[in-house]
């Protein structure tokens, strides 16, 4: 089975602040994932990457850049905490092909991240 | 405007009864179309994901059906299980490829099975 996972279940950190969320997967994907759930919201797509040191900007990129250095390892970074960035972070993998590909998305069980 | 509109918002039915989810979208260019379940707290695992060609795929007790001429969706769950609580995500993905390639999220059915 497909194990994602996402370094922190809860995290809480204060405005400004520097903020990095990691995510591992174990069956050798290409493609990588972040994503914020909000209620009433449902899920946006903050970057995704194809291979490795590749990006692509999601749907609300702003405020949030990403690294990808390994192959497993796909990291979302806050450069700069704000409040309005509280939320549910959903880091996925899937094995290949661009969006539309019929390859499911393997999710990890999340990070709740609060700004105060 | 790309959007998908999923109904009801919650539902609660009682164990062993069966229930049907409905998923509109408009979409274009479609690609595929996606079931997931959320469990509380757990991300999203994927039931099944249907082609344009496609009109049914079964999962166990999970069934979705796919109308690309109306285009709705509907996921039929047989038999609940107290086990089947949980959100349920309808996601379309469109593109041609590269650049535009988009997926567009529901909001979720919320389905809580009651003893």
């Known amino acids: 089975d497909v194990k994602v996972t996402q370094s922190s279940r809860y995290l809480v950190k204060r405005t400004g602040e520097k903020v990095f969320l990691e995510c591992v997967q174990d069956?050798?994907?290409?493609?990588m994932f972040w994503y914020r759930q909000d209620p009433g919201l449902g899920l946006r797509l903050i970057y995704f990457?194809?291979?490795?040191?590749?990006?692509e900007k999601g749907d609300i990129p702003e405020g949030y850049s990403v690294s990808r250095e390994k192959k497993e390892r796909f990291s979302l970074i806050l450069e700069s905490a704000s409040t309005n960035q509280t939320s549910m972070y959903l880091c996925a993998s899937s094995l290949w092909g661009d969006l539309y590909s019929n390859q499911p998305q393997h999710f990890g069980d999340g990070t709740r991240l609060s700004i105060l | 405007k790309n959007q998908v509109e999923q109904s009801p918002q919650s539902l609660i039915i009682l164990e062993g009864k069966n229930c049907t989810l409905q998923c509109n979208y408009t979409v274009s260019p479609f690609s595929n179309l996606r079931w997931y379940k959320q469990d509380t707290g757990r991300g999203p695992v994927s039931l099944t994901i249907?082609?344009?060609?496609?009109n049914t795929k079964s999962n166990g007790r999970y069934t979705a059906t796919l109308d690309a001429d109306t285009k709705q969706s509907s996921l039929h769950i047989t038999a609940s299980q107290l086990s089947d609580s949980a959100s349920y995500i309808c996601?379309?993905?469109?593109?041609?490829?590269?650049?535009?390639?988009?997926?567009?999220f529901g909001t979720g059915t919320l389905l809580a099975v009651q003893p």
């Open positions: 249907m082609t344009f060609s496609e």
């Open positions: 996601v379309v993905s469109a593109g041609y490829g590269g650049a535009t390639n988009k997926l567009i």
């Open positions: 990457s194809y291979d490795v040191k590749m990006k």
């Open positions: 069956m050798d994907h290409e493609n």
